[in-house]
């Protein structure tokens, strides 16, 4: 007899959420006198969650452009909200990423926290639960709940285990990311109350006047702006960023930045069409300020982990950049095509910034081990030392400064492309971030790596061990796998891209 398909039979999106966040419980067990049996645990659950997400992809059905491995329950019956979870290719990658990110992050902590080690380690599981429920919901007020959940185990993290001022970054991420998810909260339940239903399909059928769609736009826009982080509401990431653990640093940059621009492909694109064409120009404007003038923050920054910060709002300018610009091309020119590789590559540099930005804060995080410092000026001539951290780092470098080849070039090239279709200035102001990424990133190794050994605590650095090895040349395969081979991931994605391009080409007026 055939085994019945994964697919629409089998609960695996929710053993996706819920084994990571009981895993995590479980690992509070092991208490402060076990850290090693935590640690292994705490690996084990991560492992078993990756391994679980595999069956998505074996399992996914390219062509569909619709919602697949759908779970529909009866959750809160008195005001109809369900517990619906479901992904298309777009969602589905971004699983993928959390999951494959996730075991990096355990391993690469494995020896930089030795107090309270099991509720380090916890905190990171229930957090990876509850991004893939931010990923997974169809329901949207399941949707907030995950969302505004995961907030409490990264809030705990820089502020428990972070640096001298992680009170301060910790409750100035929450604060926030906290008030500008309430206009998301106010949004949604406008819209359940003129159509009846929490559920995103509806939202998406519901008819809504221009008055309306611009209320909501906003609503939402708030709530992802904060979230991706887009400029002028960038100030939260910095902070947080520094204080934060290297693992904590990681996890945001890899893969909570992405959820606000999943929110904008979720909420404003389909939801608020029409609203979202009359004010992308908003948005495009923003994005250039983010990739370029962020950009050159970056240059002046001391400090290794707060310029990988900056470099970091400035890459996900391009994601927002291209999210918008498909609204003129479909909107304005009729020019599906574009529009549509406009949104691909505002997700191939989402999935590519996941694997560039982890792996920078990976390799600071390997040095701070060491030195225990940060700042630029305390380093040189590590390649002298440390020569295949040094050959990962320049890997890395390269794949941020968008060298073709690497994953840092593909989506930032699509992106460009549909600017240019769009109007040719907003192809140069977005290729500036090229030139000006390759400066602050080529400067931060020619300081950091090359020269001659400046400080005699680096003259005494080790290289990487095979666990710190191991993390980054998991990273430097999926940097050079999506720069080589992209076809997969854009394969996977490109019903859903063709599917969204297709609903914001339709107005609700």
């Given at each position: ?5 994964l697919?629409?039979?089998f609960?695996?999106l929710?053993l996706?959420?819920w084994?990571?966040i ?7 067990a092991f ?6 049996g ?6 084990l ?6 391994a ?16 697949q ?21 777009i ?16 391993i690469?902590?494995w ?10 380690y916890a905190a990171?599981?229930i957090l990876?639960?509850l991004?893939v ?6 329901d949207s007020?399941?949707?907030y709940?995950?969302f ?5 185990p ?12 992680r009170?301060y ?24 109350l ?7 399909a509806?939202?998406?059928a519901?008819p ?7 209320w ?5 826009f708030?709530?992802?702006?904060v979230k ?17 653990p ?8 890899a893969?909570?930045l992405k959820i ?6 979720r909420f404003?694109?389909p ?6 064409a ?38 996900m ?5 291209g ?19 406009g949104?691909?590559g ?21 040095l701070?081990?060491?030195?225990h410092?940060r700042m630029i000026r305390?380093?040189g ?5 440390m020569?295949w ?15 073709p080849g ?6 930032e ?12 200035m ?11 990424g ?8 020619k300081?950091?790596?090359w ?11 080790t ?11 998991a990273?430097?395969?999926g ?5 080589i081979?992209p ?8 019903p ?14």
């Amino acid at each position: 007899m055939t085994p019945a398909p994964l697919n629409g039979t089998f609960p695996l999106l929710s053993l996706l959420i819920w084994l990571p966040i009981l895993g995590g419980a479980a690992t509070l067990a092991f208490g402060n006198k076990r850290p090693n049996g935590a640690r292994w645990f705490a690996l084990l659950v991560a492992v078993a969650t990756l391994a679980l997400s595999i069956p998505l992809f074996t399992g996914f059905d390219y062509a569909n452009p619709g919602m697949q491995f759908v779970e529909d329950r009866s959750w809160i019956a008195a005001y109809d909200i369900r517990y619906h979870l479901g992904v298309d290719g777009i969602a589905a990658a971004l699983v993928g990423l959390t999951t494959f990110t996730s075991v990096l992050v355990l391993i690469g902590a494995w020896g930089s926290v030795d107090e309270r080690v099991s509720q380090y380690y916890a905190a990171f599981l229930i957090l990876e639960g509850l991004m893939v429920g931010v990923f997974a919901a169809l329901d949207s007020m399941l949707f907030y709940v995950f969302f505004e959940g995961m907030l409490i185990p990264m809030f705990i993290i820089i502020g428990v285990w972070g640096g001298p001022r992680r009170v301060y970054a910790s409750i100035k991420f929450f604060l926030y990311t906290f008030l500008g998810s309430l206009f998301m909260l106010v949004g949604l339940v406008y819209l359940y109350l003129k159509g009846g239903s929490w559920q995103l399909a509806d939202m998406y059928a519901l008819p809504l006047s221009m008055t309306e769609q611009t209320w909501l736009f906003f609503a939402f826009f708030v709530a992802f702006a904060v979230k991706v982080p887009m400029f002028p509401v960038h100030t939260w990431l910095p902070d947080a960023h520094v204080e934060a653990p290297t693992a904590g640093s990681v996890v945001l940059a890899a893969i909570m930045l992405k959820i606000g621009g999943y929110g904008f492909l979720r909420f404003n694109l389909p939801i608020v069409p029409d609203a979202s064409a009359e004010w992308a120009w908003l948005a495009i404007a923003l994005s250039l300020i983010a990739v370029v003038y962020v950009g050159l923050v970056a240059l002046v920054q001391d400090d290794m982990k707060k310029l990988i910060a900056y470099s970091s709002i400035s890459h996900m300018g391009f994601v927002t950049l291209g999210t918008f610009i498909a609204m003129g091309l479909v909107r304005d020119q009729g020019n599906a095509a574009a529009a549509q590789l406009g949104l691909q590559g505002a997700m191939v540099q989402m999935i590519s910034h996941g694997f560039v930005s982890g792996a920078m804060f990976s390799c600071v995080g390997v040095l701070y081990d060491r030195m225990h410092s940060r700042m630029i000026r305390d380093y040189g001539g590590v390649a002298n030392v440390m020569p295949w951290f040094a050959g990962f780092m320049v890997l890395f470098a390269m794949a941020n400064s968008g060298l073709p080849g690497t994953s840092g070039f593909v989506g930032e090239f699509m992106v460009v492309l549909a600017s240019f279709q769009r109007h040719p200035m907003l192809a140069f102001f977005a290729a500036i971030t090229l030139i000006v990424g390759a400066a602050y990133t080529l400067w931060l190794v020619k300081r950091v790596v090359w020269g001659e050994i400046r400080n005699p605590q680096v003259a005494e650095l080790t290289d990487v061990n095979r666990r710190e090895a191991f993390v980054l040349g998991a990273f430097a395969v999926g940097v050079l796998l999506l720069g080589i081979w992209p076809k997969p991931l854009t394969d996977l994605m490109e019903p859903s891209i063709a599917q969204l391009a297709a609903q914001v080409a339709s107005s609700k007026l």
